[in-house]
């Protein structure tokens, strides 16, 4: 099982980014999946998860209304597009499921 995140970088307070998690050795359509930050200093936060064959999203207070967590299924790839980023959603993000996280990707949102 691999979990490989990319989509990361720096932005400006307000900007987008759109960040992808390329899955293989399972089906994620069948299983939970989420995305997870860790900021400097801090503890990993749970952001967004999905399970896509059941249709359901879950979003943190933090990032609702903003982040919207999708999937493509016949990729095997997850999606978190990220809106109206502020400088608090500076973070290492990761894609996680079944137990397993990738590596992470770095979002900064500075000016």
């Known amino acids: 099982i691999q979990l490989v995140e990319s989509g990361g970088g720096m932005v400006q307070p307000g900007g987008s980014l759109r960040l992808s998690c390329a899955a293989s050795g399972f089906t994620f359509s069948s299983y939970d999946m989420s995305w997870v930050r860790q900021a400097p200093g801090k503890g990993p936060e749970w952001v967004s998860g999905i399970n896509s064959g059941a249709g359901r999203t879950y979003y943190a207070d933090s990032v609702k209304g903003r982040f919207t967590i999708s999937s493509d299924n016949a990729k095997n790839t997850l999606y978190l597009q990220m809106n109206s980023l502020k400088p608090e959603d500076t973070a290492l993000y990761y894609c996680?499921?079944?137990?397993?996280w990738g590596q992470g990707t770095q979002v900064t949102v500075s000016s």
């Open positions: 996680a499921g079944l137990g397993y």
